[in-house]
């Protein structure tokens, strides 16, 4: 099964707001709610940011905020920080009951 | 704390075999459904293999199908991966992860991970 469908990358300034998304099809995001979203710096472990669309683990800043309309999830962060410069990786639940990833976005805050 | 530790990552011929683990602490282990994800160099994440909390059912990959095994030992707390006829395409660096306090196959928490090279 190919990855989820991401753009390799996006960028922003400080203080705009940044979208990313994540396109899969009927079998994977658009079949269920289990979309997670990641967030990994350079040699670190990634670190969930979104479960099942739209939720956010304890810690995580509300800047942060997942949606889905149809095939597609999307990752909104607002008002982009320096920090935020790292590399972002959606997943999702499939029919198979496997999980598949997306192939990962490069976010630059310029 | 709650803490996954992998092990068992090294240099490895193609066409070996290879056994990962990934030792659990902190929390219920056998109520925890289990994964296996990878990420080769400079590349993206792969997730490879789950196993239901008590070991009765496992999925995988197609990309692993057939030559990776995932297993636990619950007494042990302990999750392994069997990882056979190795090619020099899965050198990449292999995580455990689970959903602790998250939905559903969403990790929140991860090991530091474990490398592995395929190389003659």
């Known amino acids: 099964q190919s990855a989820l469908t991401q753009p390799a990358s996006v960028s922003g300034s400080p203080g705009q707001s940044i979208t990313i998304s994540c396109t899969g099809t009927?079998?994977?995001?658009?079949?269920?709610?289990?979309v997670s979203w990641y967030q990994q710096h350079p040699g670190k472990v990634p670190k969930l940011l979104v479960y099942?669309?739209?939720n956010r683990p304890s810690g995580v800043p509300n800047r942060f905020s997942g949606s889905k309309s149809g095939n597609t999830a999307s990752l909104t962060i607002s008002g982009l920080r320096a920090e935020d410069e790292a590399d972002y990786y959606c997943?999702?639940?499939?029919?198979?009951?496997?999980?598949?990833f997306g192939g990962g976005t490069k976010l630059t805050v310029l | 704390q709650v803490q996954l530790v992998e092990s068992g990552g090294g240099v490895v011929q193609p066409g070996r075999s290879l056994r990962l683990s990934c030792a659990v602490s902190?929390?219920?282990?056998?109520?925890?459904?289990m994964h296996w994800v990878r990420q080769a160099p400079g590349k993206g994440l792969e997730w490879l293999a789950v196993?239901?909390?008590?070991?009765?059912?496992?999925y995988y990959a197609e990309s692993v199908q057939g030559r990776f095994t995932i297993s636990r030992d619950n007494s042990k707390n302990t999750l392994y991966l069997q990882m056979n006829s190795l090619r020099p395409e899965d050198t990449a660096v292999f995580y455990c992860?689970?959903?602790?306090?998250?939905?559903?196959?969403?990790?929140?928490?991860w090991g530091q991970g474990t490398m592995v090279t395929v190389s003659s």
């Open positions: 992860a689970t959903a602790y306090r998250s939905g559903q196959d969403a990790f929140d928490i």
């Open positions: 902190g929390f219920t282990f056998s109520t925890y459904g």
């Open positions: 196993i239901s909390y008590d070991g009765n059912n496992k």
């Open positions: 009927s079998s994977d995001i658009g079949g269920y709610k289990y």
């Open positions: 099942e669309v739209s």
């Open positions: 997943s999702s639940y499939t029919t198979s009951s496997t999980l598949i």
